[in-house]
């Protein structure tokens, strides 16, 4: 089982609707989450920290599931310029000293 | 704006050249980091500095040589590459080293070897 699993995509979404995406991860030690995003041949840019209360960042969502072993990103009223790709980042825990990352998420808004 | 800075942004090298990438912040980070990333994939772990000492090498090929002047500075050492290494060349800072730090990245170095 890979460590970091995340559907590629794309997502096809029309302007203005809400999409919801998951990444799953492995070592239930893993004490870190994060999600990051990435436009074409940029560079990755942290979205939001993922914290075990849930958290909210405007139109962006993010929820933690320790139990299930997955994290969740929704984004309401999806604009144009939310086109990217979403990447899943977890600290594996035990001392890891870099982050995994899942293969991302491409999301595109259609007008 | 980034507040980690590579140079250059495009690079254009041939197998037998020696060329060196750059990275700089000015964050006070004491953890930087190299990353490659290959279209369509997650960035990969190269290497990892902590107070200016190589902490990670994740078995990568000697034609990589990093070095870490101070604790602003990163450079990567490019000799004798292959076409396969061409990729988008990342560097990375986040306060101290550890998998809960949130990583800054610079805007990268898009390697073309030929």
């Known amino acids: 089982r890979k460590e970091v699993e995340q559907d590629p995509g794309p997502f096809n979404v029309p302007e203005g609707a809400t999409v919801a995406f998951n990444c799953t991860y492995s070592n239930s030690a893993s004490q870190s989450f994060f999600w990051y995003r990435q436009d074409c041949r940029k560079e990755p840019k942290l979205l939001m920290s993922?914290?075990?209360s849930g958290n909210e960042d405007g139109r962006f969502t993010a929820q933690l599931n320790r139990a299930s072993q997955y994290i969740s990103l929704l984004i309401r009223d999806s604009k144009l310029s939310d086109s990217a790709t979403y990447l899943c980042?977890?600290?594996?825990?035990?001392?890891?000293?870099?982050?995994?990352f899942g293969k991302g998420t491409h999301l595109i808004i259609q007008p | 704006d980034t507040e980690v800075t590579q140079t250059p942004k495009h690079l254009v090298m041939g197998m037998t050249n020696k060329k060196s990438l750059k990275c700089e912040q000015h964050m006070g980070h004491r953890a930087m980091y190299w990353y490659k990333q290959k279209a369509k994939k997650p960035p990969e772990l190269m290497f990892v500095?902590?107070?200016?000492?190589?902490?990670i090498n994740e078995s990568v090929p000697s034609r990589f040589s990093p070095e870490c002047p101070n604790s602003s500075l990163l450079n990567l050492h490019l000799h004798a590459l292959q076409p396969e290494d061409s990729a988008l060349y990342l560097c990375a800072s986040s306060q101290y080293k550890g998998g809960g730090e949130k990583l800054f990245f610079g805007s990268g170095t898009q390697l073309s070897v030929l």
């Open positions: 993922v914290y075990s």
């Open positions: 980042v977890v600290n594996p825990g035990g001392g890891a000293d870099g982050l995994t």
């Open positions: 500095y902590s107070y200016e000492k190589l902490s």
